[in-house]
């Protein structure tokens, strides 16, 4: 599994003919690191599928015929259709590129062309992806660019290696070693993420420590960043809000303090002088018990602010997270937890300097199996925005249950948030269609250390359509399941097509058995793995699960409408109209906005409590299906990949159906009624 979707395994014989005479020789610019990293890709996949690598075509000399040519601006003398390349180059950006077959001085090429260096790594990773799934070299014609500036991976790494809420291994960022010690891991990290145009990793947590930015550790960042650079990835820090107070350098972290103000300018200028294309910061300021800027009687754009100045110098950015929640003043009287971020944050709308970016987390409680969009995404038309989204699984059965989360990641892009009262889904907003204002992707890595990155084979899948959907929002979640399919395992039908079934039902059997019709936070206290709907004895009421599906005899869910919490008023009018009445909710989010008696009615004319009853069931149904389909595809996968999965997927088996009976039973007892007789599962 450590080679991920870049296994450039051999091409059957005759792919191999067709490709072996267009890939002769690699005619490339070997002037940067970014060209070199292109080139050897392209030599390592040719090798990988051909079997022998295509030779280096020296800068002068006549080009043969099958040379693949990458052209960096200026295109090449002699080449058969230069104007439909310069015209499609004028499209793709500085980041894009164009791929196609063409002539050169009479002969057959494939050209790679691109404004900037990046380009041509990015051409050449989609040319290879092309291959690898099967495309004839003569089918394959490319012209892309990424929709966001801002594609970021965030890992929740500690300096002891610790991962918070990694189920991968250690941190694949060895603390102690660094800087001078460089595990080729490094590169192959950056590879596989440059393969899907991931252009920024924060390196730690953001339960930061002050000592990230002390200079052993700077030094340590600049050595990674040194190696992620070729591929057009930059270093960005988590960075904790008390910093120069804890290193004792201040009397206080108060940002509208003038030294507070000079130290934050002084530590970037000391990591610029290390790492001149530093990205800049990740801040999770009063939240969980974070310090931050209301401390002292500040605001969040204040906090951000003070950042973003001492970072302007440099071209460097804030990314600031809304994930707060307010601390109750009694720890019964807490308001709705799903409505604290945009109470905070709305008011502050266009208060934020340029280079701030507000990072908003997919689901105003926490990453669940499902939320709707979070209501921030549209309500801050002046302020560019990060959407931040989970790709470890903390409350999806962590890498033990398969669960696509490519489905999930597209439910939410999709999202139509009706600002302005006009079609303005989730990811229009982010790319600025609102008000101009781009905004960026992140990604909460689930990479450690382990040998096949991320715990489990299926969790790969995720780091690749997280990617995949950083670069274009657009992308068909299923079309990128086949995509990562064909180059995990073959490019065959027999394989590809069980594959993605399995994995295009995971999102929904999951949402099934754990938190069906808008049910949320129903995880066990801390460690949020298995079924824990009866915990109520927490610190704070908002961490208790009977808080937030408030089951008793007469009904379930939590009231968001104005009758209720009112969260929902928070959402654009035309969204609010449609899920502040029951009948207009979309059953999936049912429990999330309305409190109903255990008799409502369902749309297929069951009541409430039948068809609860009926999803627990239908999860632990399809788990079984996507068991018995990975059964049938024991002669394609090798013994060692078909063994793992298989024993996880009989643990996601016997999980599902603890779930299950474990909420079944719970709400049972809590309503009072008889299982339904003979229910069957929801169509
Ligand atoms: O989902 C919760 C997690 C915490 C995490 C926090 C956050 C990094 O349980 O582990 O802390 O969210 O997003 O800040």
């Known amino acids: 599994g450590y080679d991920l979707w870049l296994r450039y395994r051999a091409l059957p014989a005759a792919q191999k003919t067709a490709l072996a005479a267009a890939a002769t020789g690699i005619a490339a610019p070997d002037d940067t690191p970014t060209v070199r990293a292109a080139a050897a890709e392209l030599k390592r996949g040719l090798a990988g599928m051909l079997g022998r690598a295509p030779d280096a075509i020296p800068a002068n000399a006549k080009v043969r015929a099958g040379t693949i040519v990458l052209a960096r601006a200026t295109l090449p003398a002699g080449l058969a259709d230069a104007d439909a390349v310069r015209r499609d180059l004028a499209s793709v950006g500085s980041e894009g590129y164009v791929v196609r077959r063409t002539r050169q001085d009479g002969v057959p090429v494939t050209l790679i062309a691109a404004n900037s260096d990046i380009g041509l790594l990015y051409g050449s990773f989609a040319w290879l992806r092309q291959l690898q799934l099967g495309t004839a070299p003569d089918g394959i014609a490319l012209a892309d660019k990424p929709a966001l500036p801002l594609r970021v991976l965030n890992h929740w790494d500690n300096l002891d290696r610790t991962v918070e809420r990694g189920y991968a291994g250690e941190s694949i960022w060895n603390w102690w070693e660094l800087p001078n010690i460089i595990d080729p891991r490094y590169t192959d990290y950056a590879r596989a993420n440059a393969s899907l145009g991931i252009n920024g990793s924060v390196l730690n947590n953001v339960n930061a420590k002050a000592e990230v930015l002390s200079p052993a550790f700077i ?45 934050w300018a002084r530590k970037a200028d000391e990591i610029y002088r290390t790492i001149p294309d530093f990205g800049g910061f990740l801040v999770k300021a009063n939240s969980e018990g974070q310090p931050g800027p209301q401390d002292y009687g500040r605001n969040h754009a204040d906090g951000a602010n003070m ?46 300097d340029k280079n701030v970016l507000v990072q908003v987390k997919n689901g105003a409680i926490d990453f669940q199996p499902r939320e709707p969009a979070h209501p921030l995404f549209g309500a801050m038309p002046d302020t560019p925005l990060v959407m931040e989204f989970q790709v470890t699984k903390e409350y999806l059965g962590f890498a033990t249950h398969l669960v696509y989360l490519g489905s999930l990641f597209q439910e939410t892009l999709r999202f139509d948030t009706r600002a ?52 274009n929002p657009d992308l068909d979640s299923r079309a990128i399941a086949r995509e990562w399919a064909g180059q995990t395992f073959a490019p065959d039908a027999r394989v590809v097509d069980p594959v993605v079934a399995m994995m295009m039902r995971s999102r929904e059997a999951v949402v099934d058995y754990m938190t069906p019709l808008g049910l949320h936070h129903m995880m066990g206290t801390g460690h949020h793995y298995g079924p824990a709907p009866w915990v109520d004895d927490l610190a704070r009421a908002d961490w208790n699960p009977v808080y937030y599906h408030r089951a008793d005899k007469n009904g379930i869910g939590f009231d968001r409408t104005a009758k209720g919490s009112n969260a929902v008023a928070q959402y654009a009018p035309e969204v609010a109209r449609r899920f502040a009445d029951p009948a207009t909710t979309p059953p999936e989010f049912l429990l999330w906005f309305h409190h109903l008696p255990w008799d409502y009615r369902m749309p297929d004319g069951r009541t409430l409590w039948t068809d609860l ?29 078909f063994d793992d999965v298989a024993q996880r997927l009989a643990q996601q088996q016997r999980e599902a159906a603890w779930w299950r ?23």
């Open 420 to 471: 302005g009262n006009q079609p303005m889904t989730v990811a229009r907003v982010l790319e600025g269609a609102q008000d101009g204002r781009v905004g960026g992707i992140a990604g909460v890595a689930n990479i450690g250390s382990s040998r096949n990155w991320t715990g489990s084979t299926f969790d790969q899948a995720n780091w690749y359509a997280y990617g995949r959907l950083a670069w």
């Open 307 to 352: 950042l973003a100045r001492a970072l302007a110098p440099h071209k460097g950015i804030v990314m600031w997270r809304a994930f707060v929640y307010s601390p109750p003043a009694h720890p019964n009287q807490v308001s709705d937890r799903a409505a604290q971020a945009y109470d905070q944050f709305k008011p502050l709308d266009g208060k934020f």
């Open 661 to 683: 009976d474990a909420c079944i039973a719970y709400f049972q007892h809590q309503s009072g009624l008889p299982l339904p007789a003979g229910v069957r599962a929801p169509a």
């Open 219 to 263: 030094a340590k960042a600049a050595a990674i960043a040194n190696v992620l650079r070729p591929y057009g990835i930059r270093v960005y820090l988590s960075v904790r809000w008390s910093t120069p107070l804890e290193l004792k350098e201040t009397k206080t972290a108060d940002p509208l303090d003038p030294a507070v103000a000079a130290w």
């Open 613 to 641: 009853v009926a999803h627990y069931d239908h999860g632990v149904a399809e788990v079984a299906a996507m068991q018995a389909e990975w059964q049938r595809l024991r002669p394609f996968v090798d013994a060692r990949r």
